[in-house]
């Protein structure tokens, strides 16, 4: 199965809590990803928080994203023991 973010939700800094369509959930530390001129205007953590989901993954207005693939990857998986 092909997974996708299907909802995404600011938490602090450089992390964003992901949601997916296979029902894999986690939080991602962006920060150490914002490497070259499509990623420069991200490090501004005002214009890092006003991300919106197309193309099924994270983007922002300059046309920066990263592949669905990459963030399922690196997300930090919250255990189901965690939700209750």
């Known amino acids: 199965m092909i997974s996708w973010v299907i909802k995404a939700k600011y938490v602090k800094e450089y992390r964003v809590q992901l949601f997916f369509n296979d029902a894999t959930e ?6 150490d990803e914002l490497n070259g ?4 205007p991200l490090k501004d953590i005002s214009y890092f928080k006003q991300f919106k989901i ?20 690196k997300i930090e998986l919250v255990s189901p023991a965690s939700l209750i």
Do not use: R
């Open 26 to 31: 986690g939080e991602i530390d962006l920060s």
């Open 37 to 40: 001129e499509i990623f420069k």
């Open 54 to 73: 197309v193309g099924h993954t994270l983007s922002w207005e300059n046309g920066a994203d990263f592949a669905p693939e990459f963030l399922k990857q």
